[in-house]
């Protein structure tokens, strides 16, 4: 599909997710030729290193693509995302965005490497969106029920970690622990809440966080017929999104051990699931780790094929840096 060692830029590099996204380009050993590193004028003529070798970040400006760049991982805004990601698509540039600028533009592909990979194919804007954090880590044990026993409705509710409003958000719950409620990134103090608010609220009385989950997951999944609802709530913890989702199925399972199993048999997906010993997925476990951790899988006994279960994984990881890092692989791979 291109070169197998790209020429590859970084843009937002001094981000949180940016930071991210070089510690699993390195933890990977992702290949390239040449690397680039881009920021706003504020990080520009910062130092980084990479595998041993000092690089010098750039400002991001219109001519940053003028040299010859294979693929970009955009970090940075969606404002940036807007008016960056098209001069790079111009000059012959994939950009792989973790904004939600592209997300829902039907001529750019929404994909999560273990669920829809082929979708790297149809890239018709030279761009590829990156879904949000909390959709990712939930497509993967969705995939995996879809694709055996078909959806039939679809609930989620989540409990999202701070750091998926950036240092802002970390920074409030910092000073709220210490004592000091700050309202830098939420509408109120985090420390000690519980806050159903992430982003703005709609017209529907519905969350952009909770219509994001709706429409992704129609989006990925390549089927808008299946309902799906969702509630979005921001929790006191740093690293780490968590997330209680019930799934009724289109045909009937014959024990809680298949759809294990199912899971399990899932890329990407490990199953934490002894109840007897406590054992379930952790967000203080899962931070730093690029996997999803199911677990707490259960029938639910109010529908027909009913299931619930208990998803977490860190946002930043696969929920941003390592599915975007994840994307890049597979452009780089022989069709």
Not at 49 to 75: M, N, Q, R, W
Request: hydrophobic content about 40%; some cysteine.
């Amino acid at each position: 599909m291109m070169n197998k060692k790209p020429n590859l830029a970084v843009v937002g590099v001094t981000g949180v997710v940016g930071t991210t996204f070089l510690k699993v380009l390195e933890e990977n050993d992702f290949p390239f030729e040449n690397l680039y590193f881009m920021a706003s004028a504020r990080s520009a003529g910062k130092t980084i290193t990479f595998k041993g070798k000092d690089y010098v970040v750039e400002e991001l400006t219109e001519h940053s693509f003028d040299k010859p760049i294979d693929i970009a991982l955009f970090s940075a805004g969606g404002s940036v995302s807007e008016k960056f990601a098209p001069i790079a698509a111009a000059h012959g540039v994939t950009v792989v965005d973790n904004s939600s600028q592209w997300r829902m533009d039907p001529d750019v592909p929404l994909v999560v490497p273990e669920v829809n990979p082929e979708a790297v194919k149809d890239v018709k804007k030279g761009i590829i969106a990156n879904p949000n954090c909390s959709t990712i880590q939930a497509m993967l044990p969705i995939k995996a029920l879809h694709d055996k026993y078909g959806i039939k409705r679809i609930v989620y509710s989540t409990y999202q970690a701070v750091s998926g409003a950036g240092m802002k958000g970390i920074n409030d719950l910092k000073n709220g622990l210490a004592g000091n409620d700050t309202c830098n990134a939420f509408p109120h103090p985090i420390a000690g809440n519980c806050l159903p608010q992430i982003d703005v609220f709609l017209e529907n009385g519905y969350t952009k966080e909770e219509m994001k989950m709706i429409n992704e997951t129609h989006k990925i999944l390549g089927d808008d017929s299946i309902p799906v609802t969702a509630t979005c709530v921001r929790v006191p913890v740093f690293d780490s999104h968590s997330e209680s989702i019930n799934v009724e199925l289109k045909t009937p399972f014959e024990s809680i051990d298949e759809i294990k199993e199912c899971f399990a048999a899932f890329p990407g997906i490990v199953v934490q699931d002894d109840p007897a010993n406590s054992v379930y997925p952790l967000a203080r476990e899962a931070a730093g780790k690029n996997e999803v951790f199911v677990g707490r899988i259960r029938r639910d006994f109010s529908v027909e094929n009913g299931i619930n279960f208990w998803c977490v994984s860190d946002n930043i990881r696969k929920g941003a840096a390592t599915n975007t890092v994840q994307i890049a692989e597979t452009l780089i791979k022989e069709d």
